[in-house]
Nanobody
Framework: QVQLVESGGGLVQPGGSLRLSCAAS????????MGWYRQAPGQQRELVAR???????NYADSVKGRFTISRDNAKNTMYLQMNSLKPEDTAVYYCQATCTQAYWGQGTQVTVSS
């Protein structure tokens, strides 16, 4: 059974930082491209950042220079370091694993507010 479990969300003030984690089980993690997506209320789910099996990364323009995606294949875990957070970063953040098919986590809430 495939499970992707996100953690690390919460409430943070503007300018603050959070580190999200996505722990994967039931898949050969190193074979999967991994990604973070987010969905704000009333908005469509959007790509935040992706990392390939080989470690290549790409980011949404809105988070470039502030967010860093990484993976630890030994721990079957992906991370998203989020710095200089803005209120517009408020959303539910989802983890995705993609190989022959895509799997999703249940999401973790990130709220940026003073």
């Amino acid at each position: 059974q495939v499970q992707l479990v996100e953690s690390g969300g919460g409430l943070v003030q503007p300018g603050g930082s959070l580190r999200l984690s996505c722990a994967a089980s039931g898949i050969s993690f190193s074979l999967y491209a991994m990604g973070w997506y987010r969905q704000a209320p009333g908005q469509q789910r959007e790509l935040v950042a992706r990392i390939t099996r080989g470690g290549s990364t790409n980011y949404a323009d809105s988070v470039k220079g502030r967010f860093t995606i990484s993976r630890d294949n030994a721990k079957n875990t992906m991370y998203l370091q989020m710095n200089s957070l803005k209120p517009e970063d408020t959303a539910v953040y989802y983890c995705q694993a993609t190989c022959t098919q895509a799997y999703w986590g249940q999401g973790t809430q990130v709220t940026v507010s003073s």
